[in-house]
């Protein structure tokens, strides 16, 4: 199998493929056009797999033109479709898959997405078949990046919600629990938080008590606060559920009344602000030039320290990227 896709030396390519993966957000689109442009300035044909490694299973593609990935550029989503896709984890799916890109005589594949995404695109490597992956995820979570294509994006929906949320909250003088995305990570929850004048962000990183929690609230009401709001990444164990149900049967200690705003999906979408729209275009144009010039392949195309950064694939999803601990310990002193 290895010998049947054996990677191209760099200027050989002749068309390379493009694909979204996993839980979508803003700066997808921007992304693909991005990989799509500078293939086609190098002279190499672009093909768009749809609903990620399904699509490449399914053998679901269409041509990628330079107008076909015109006035994507403020479109939240991804106009090629994502999915999770379970069939990819076996190795009949991958086989199936590899059977579509050589079939379809295509010489390099870039993976757009997270840790789940860049794990497929690590596997297909594995197999011999030339990959780059950019980390795309509003977890902000994927190792060999400052930040994802989406976090930015999302940071701004969040931080736009607290500051609605704390109009009516200090209306009403009460608590507000607000639920993030995020998965196993803390990082959306602890930087809107942090940017947002949260009273205290709860994050799977940091065990908190809920009775600190409560010690938090009714603290804040003595004080004078008109409001307490208070940030819960979705990984945060017991769990917002089991919060509000604790802080609700204390209600006539805390003197906040308190609420839960769940903010969802809402996170996921909305136009890519410009820091998203910049990033993308930096990470998908590089991918495609590192293959197509230079050959490069079984990396990730990350951004570090406001360069392009190289780190392979397995590394790059070898274990969940940590938050740092200044940030960490700013919140601290922040959330008084
Ligand atoms: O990984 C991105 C993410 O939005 C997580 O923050 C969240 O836990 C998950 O995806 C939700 O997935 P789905 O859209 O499949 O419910």
Redesign the pocket.
């Known amino acids: 199998m290895a010998e049947e896709c054996a990677p191209l030396r760099g200027g050989n390519m002749k068309r390379i493929a493009v694909l979204t993966s996993?839980?979508d957000?803003p700066g997808l689109n921007p992304c693909i056009r991005a990989v799509t442009r500078m293939a086609l300035h190098l002279g190499v044909s672009v093909t768009g797999i749809q609903r990620g490694y399904a699509g490449l299973i399914a053998n679901d593609t269409l041509e990628l033109d330079a107008r076909s990935v015109g006035g994507v550029l403020g479109r939240g989503g991804t106009f090629l479709g994502t999915a999770?896709c379970p069939e990819f984890m076996t190795e009949k799916g991958r086989r199936e898959a590899l059977r579509t890109l050589n079939r379809l005589g295509i010489d390099g594949l870039v993976v757009i997405g997270?840790n789940g995404s860049l794990t497929g695109a690590l596997q297909l490597h594995k197999m011999g078949f030339p990959v780059l992956g950019i980390p795309a995820?509003?977890?902000n979570d994927v190792n060999g990046t400052d930040i994802s294509i989406g976090v930015d994006t999302t940071l701004n929906t969040i931080l736009d919600a607290i500051d609605r949320i704390k109009d009516t909250a200090s209306s009403h003088q009460r608590a507000f629990l607000i639920e993030t995305?995020?998965?196993n990570s803390g990082y959306?929850a602890l930087v809107s938080g942090l940017s947002g004048g949260a009273e205290l962000v709860l994050i799977p990183e940091i065990e908190t008590p809920m009775e600190k929690v409560a010690r938090i609230i009714e603290d804040a009401y003595i004080r004078g606060k008109a409001h307490c709001i208070i940030l819960v990444a979705?990984g945060w164990k017991p769990g917002t559920r089991a919060l509000v149900d604790y802080l609700k049967s204390l209600q006539a200690e805390l003197g906040f009344e308190i609420r839960l705003t769940v903010l969802g999906?809402i996170?996921?979408g909305g136009k890519p602000s410009a820091f998203d729209r910049l990033l993308a275009t930096r990470l998908g144009a590089a991918a495609a030039r590192l293959m197509i010039e230079e050959g490069v392949a079984g990396k990730m195309v990350g951004w570090v320290g406001s360069e392009i950064y190289l780190t392979p694939l397995d590394e790059a999803v070898a274990f969940q990227k940590e938050i740092s601990v200044k940030l960490r310990e700013l919140a601290e002193i922040m959330d008084q």
């Open positions: 996993g839980g957000g999770r997270g995820t509003i977890d995305m995020g998965r959306l979705e999906h996170q996921r």
